[in-house]
């Protein structure tokens, strides 16, 4: 059944017999106790901190501190997970105690890359990539339920019988998508925390490739300097020779610029590829998704239970004439639990699709609120389709009206010289061929591009249309973009060699940025048939300005321009500007 955690007041050593000490530190100490009311005499691991000494005499920032570390740590107990510590237990006790009862573990991985080396078994390439892959798996689950660990380390990464390893110890954890507070360990700590900018989730990329490093060498130091420092400066740090393997996806999770970290579905697909025996692997996965039925389980039983006390209750009151009603209602929640098996008996073991399958799991358990997010979503579609082709006309008229005539409406921009009508989606047509038809080699142009969703925005550009058969990147100096309906103005701020891309197969596509991966993103790319295909996008921030407020990749502002970051486009019209 499903663990419900809560902090009642008891006895201190009522159900727990200590028996080794573990560890002491600021934080407390840590026993190997005994549970002896578990049937089994369970072996457990006993932290308790003395909040009464701890606490004594400590200024009112510093208690809110604490009082912060352990609301974070209480948080952290529902996420259960086989790759992260599970809390077992929590209690206070009469004479100011925190106690947290948790699984015991063999060892933390200091003390197990420790005893390798000392008896010179070196970690494989597989070795490490499965213990990666642990921890990638943990470290999803703590990320998909919101929470940033801001503390991965190898003090706090534990390791269990059959080499299961899990993260543990959330004292510091933030929970949200961004945060701008210095929290984590100096030697593992991502850049953007040491210079207090805001981040999100990437620090902890950041935090396992330097742990990636430890795996490789046992060292966090080249030279009395910290790898972690190091690679903070944007310099090379080479792993050894035997590791050359995982060079590039170091680099990556440890690049200074934190947009250029890669994802962890990335980052899994490279290690799956290492593993010298997928068996093992595959063993563990099997076992994350047994664990994952398990608590759907747990929750949906423990649903039943609530439910059913409710209807008992409804039962007694109203006798017996609901009683058809009641069992629906039983048989709804039965038939969950059904639902749930015939997804688990579809499952085919092969590691790249157990990924799937479980994000499945996890999207289906979410579909209500998914339910209720499009309901919303619909009702904004029918409010945003009234009036779109109107207002598009009324807002581009302002624009390309004479002077004199524009000066009477406020405005963005002003362009110096006549408009003429070049290109009209809705009469020449969506394709990318009649796009280049009507608008390449004619000077200067400027574009006003009408979304589904009733968004008027676009794009200036000095530089003629051309139609090359390769991507073919300009700088034009005097090229920006601009919402119409929010009334803001972008201009050039990085990327100035890319202002404009041309190639026949797409439209018109403004900004460009390329990773190190290889992959493009453009602030806008209006794609071939972009009225009937939801590929056209926008994300600016690539080469011009995002919107005051709004950072880079956030998706807000992936949203700015067009509505939402993929879209169909309803109406296109490109202007000659002549001077």
């Known amino acids: 059944m499903q663990k419900d955690i809560s902090l009642k007041i ?57 009082v912060l570390r352990l609301m974070r740590e209480i948080a952290s107990f529902q996420l259960r997970h086989p790759n992260i ?5 929590s209690y206070l006790t009469i004479d100011g105690k925190f ?21 010179a078994d070196q970690l494989s390439v597989s070795e490490i990539s499965v213990i990666m892959l642990q921890l990638l798996d943990g470290l999803n689950h703590i990320h998909y339920k919101g929470f940033i660990h801001r503390d991965i380390n190898p003090q706090n990464i534990l390791v269990f019988k059959d080499n299961q390893f899990k993260i543990g110890d959330f004292g510091i954890a933030s929970y949200g998508a961004q945060t701008q507070l210095r929290a984590g360990k100096e030697h593992y700590m991502a850049p953007e925390i040491k210079l207090d900018f805001e981040y999100d989730k990437s620090v902890d990329i950041w935090s396992l490739g330097i ?54 579905h990335q980052l899994k697909e490279q290690f799956i590829k290492l593993i010298d025996d997928s068996s093992d692997y ?34 007694n009151n109203v006798q017996l004439r609901y009683d058809y009603a009641i069992q629906k209602e039983l048989n709804d929640l039965k038939s969950k639990i059904d639902q749930y098996k015939k997804i688990i008996q579809s499952f085919i073991v092969e590691p790249h699709l157990i990924y799937e399958e479980r994000e499945q799991i996890e999207r289906f358990y979410d579909e209500e609120k998914k339910t209720d997010k499009l309901e919303s979503s619909i009702q904004k579609q029918i409010v945003l389709h009234q009036n779109k082709q109107q207002e598009f006309n009324r807002l581009v008229q302002i624009y390309i009206e004479e002077q004199d005539i524009q000066k009477s409406y406020p405005r963005l921009f002003s362009l110096q010289g006549k408009c003429i009508l070049l290109y009209k989606g809705t009469i020449d047509g969506f394709k990318a061929k009649h796009f280049h038809q009507k608008c390449d080699n004619k000077g200067p142009t400027i574009s006003f591009i009408l979304s589904e969703h009733g968004q008027v925005f676009g794009g200036y550009s000095s530089v003629s249309w051309t139609s090359p ?97 993929n879209f169909k486009v309803i109406e296109i019209e490109v202007y000659q500007v002549l001077k």
């Open 10 to 66: 008891r006895d201190s050593y009522a159900r727990y017999r200590l028996e080794n000490p573990i560890a002491k530190g600021a934080f407390g100490s840590v026993y190997n106790a005994i549970d002896i009311l578990d049937p089994t005499l369970k072996q457990v691991a006993f932290k308790q901190q003395d909040l009464h000494i701890k606490l004594k005499g400590c200024k009112d920032e510093d208690f809110s501190i604490e």
């Open 211 to 264: 742990l990636l490093y430890y795996l490789c060498t046992g060292e966090e130091k080249i030279q009395e300097k910290t790898v972690n420092s190091i690679r903070a400066q944007k310099k090379q740090v080479p792993l050894p020779p035997n590791y050359e393997q995982f060079q590039e996806m170091f680099d990556m999770m440890t690049a200074y610029d934190s947009e250029f970290r890669p994802s962890i």
């Open 469 to 565: 058969i390769s991507p073919a990147k300009f700088k034009d100096s005097d090229a920006f973009l601009f919402s119409l309906s929010k009334n803001t103005l972008h201009v050039q701020y990085k990327n100035f060699d890319n202002a404009v891309c041309h190639n026949k197969d797409q439209m018109m596509i403004f900004g460009v940025r390329q990773t190190l991966m290889y992959n493009e993103y453009n602030d806008i790319c209006i794609t071939d048939d972009c009225n009937n295909q939801n590929s056209s996008f926008c994300d600016i921030g690539c080469t011009y300005l995002p919107p005051k407020g709004l950072q880079y990749k956030e998706q807000l502002t992936k949203d700015y321009l067009a509505g939402t970051f």
């Open 282 to 315: 595959v063993k563990k996965q099997n076992t994350l998704l047994a664990y994952k039925i398990k608590s759907i389980n747990d929750q949906l039983e423990h649903e039943i239970a609530q439910q059913s006390q409710f209807l008992q209750l409804h039962l």
């Open 99 to 119: 106690i947290i009862i948790s699984e015991l573990a063999d060892s933390d991985l200091t003390k197990y890359i420790l005893k390798r080396r000392n008896s």
């Open 85 to 89: 510590v599970e809390i077992l237990d």
